[in-house]
């Protein structure tokens, strides 16, 4: 069964500094997704990876797929506050079919 | 291009009770799917339709769930009669092979359903 393991689970950080959430999975997969949620709003996807070696950014935000660690990072640089929100990453074994979620990672930027 | 809705956004039903959730994909979109969140913890998948057909229900929890998509396009997930276990919330999520044949899925805002 596929395992996603995400940490922290909770992370608050200083306008201005830089850090980076861990995303691991258990099994062989080479499809990861990262999707960012605000308070009672949808799930909003950030990065599709889907190779390994896989580097996308957009703006603070940088996200990589090491499908031999199986591992995923997504790395925030000089963070502000509307960054905060919870950050969930999602593989999938097979194209179209379940994702299986990290637990999430709670975001909060303070000023 | 309307993105995927959810009716209603929350409910709260008391144990026993029945409550039926609704989830419009986004048009033209063959591939749904339900998870859902139980506070504090994972998002787990319930299922997945294609078109009218379910094509994986592994991650429905007992038989007192019964998701339909009549005619492949909005689908229904019927809790009956509800637990308070059940309390969380659902989301709908659509997809659609991409031009590298990868399928994002598109996510919907969620119901709240809590039971007391």
């Known amino acids: 069964e596929l395992k996603v393991e995400q940490n922290p689970l909770f992370l608050s950080m200083q306008e201005g500094k830089n850090y980076t959430i861990y995303c691991n999975y258990s099994?062989?997969?080479?499809?990861l997704y990262w999707y960012r949620q605000d308070p009672g709003k949808s799930l909003e996807s950030l990065f599709v990876?889907?190779?390994?070696?896989a580097v996308k950014q957009e703006g603070r935000l940088m996200a990589s797929l090491d499908t031999k660690a199986r591992l995923s990072t997504l790395h925030i640089t000089a963070a502000v506050h509307d960054l905060s929100a919870t950050y969930f990453c999602a593989v999938d074994m097979e194209y179209g079919n379940k994702l299986v979620f990290g637990a999430g990672t709670i975001l909060r930027v303070k000023s | 291009e309307a993105g995927v809705t959810q009716f209603p956004s929350h409910s709260v039903i008391e144990k026993g009770q029945t409550v039926t959730l609704r989830c419009d994909p986004i048009s033209g979109h063959d591939n749904l799917y339900w998870y859902r969140r139980v506070m504090g913890k994972e998002i787990k998948f319930l299922l997945h339709?294609?078109?009218?057909?379910?094509?994986?229900e592994s991650g429905m929890p007992n038989n007192r769930f019964l998701a339909e998509r009549t005619g492949g396009t909005y689908s229904t997930l019927k809790v009956q009669p509800a637990e308070l276990e059940d309390s969380g919330v659902y989301f709908c999520a659509s997809s659609h092979p991409s031009g590298t044949g990868h399928y994002e899925q598109y996510f919907g805002p969620g119901t709240r359903l809590t039971v007391t």
């Open positions: 990876l889907l190779s390994n070696g």
């Open positions: 339709f294609v078109k009218e057909s379910k094509q994986d």
């Open positions: 099994t062989t997969s080479d499809r």
